[in-house]
């Protein structure tokens, strides 16, 4: 990551010359909303470390799903995507092979959390951060945001990398996101391809084809992005997609997983 300050520099020279104005504005959404999943469930990896730990029920903890090895290699091949599209150094990714085991996700996401801040605050201009724990450094990343809102390149790895990291800690928990069907047609790609995200609170379009025309969001250049709805932009989905807000308010309360 230590090129980072140097090409964010160039990019946002270049922007400004050229009287570029980028909207970061869903960018900088995101990572408060992946930012707050980490935060969430972070904790959650030590409790699983913890000795004589048993499930709510009494049971044993159960064992590694069959598929968690192939999820992991494609999470990977994902970080090192984003370092060969965006000229950065994906913090937490060696050459050696990554062990599915709860200490490597506790290492990884350790690792990569102080990386990101320091990366941040040299960006920024800002004395290196002092000491502090994985939540409490997401807490004052986020509160970086609006500094951080200038720099759209940067904006857009602190996104990349926080959803990198939400994404693995959830894996390695085995949680699998609560996904609700809602009717209507995506205004971008014209599929029922809409989608409920009850833990975000937000509504995504999960066809991997669908495109918006936002410069900004992150499904212009990143396949394992969907186009988000946030709650205050459920009326306009509403008009454009031909659902109604009622069916969307009842699917985040609904706790049922559905197949996308």
Known sequence: MADLTDRTKGTDRANAAGGTHVTVAPVLRDIALWAASLVRQFPELSDELAPGRRSPTGTAPAAPHPGRDELIREERREALLLEQRHGLSVPGHGAAPIRLHISDAIRDITDGVVELEEAVCARLALPRPPRAGVIERLRRIVGLLDAVSAHPVLARHVRDEIRRMARRCARTLGDAETIVRVSGRCPWCDSVSLRAFPDRRAVLCVNPACVCTDPACGCQ????????????????????????????????????????
């Open 221 to 260: 250049d990143d396949p394992a992005y969907r186009h988000l709805w946030p709650e205050d932009a459920w009326a306009g989905l509403t008009e454009a997609s031909g659902t109604r807000a009622e069916e969307i308010e009842a699917a985040m309360d609904d706790t049922k997983e559905t197949s996308c």
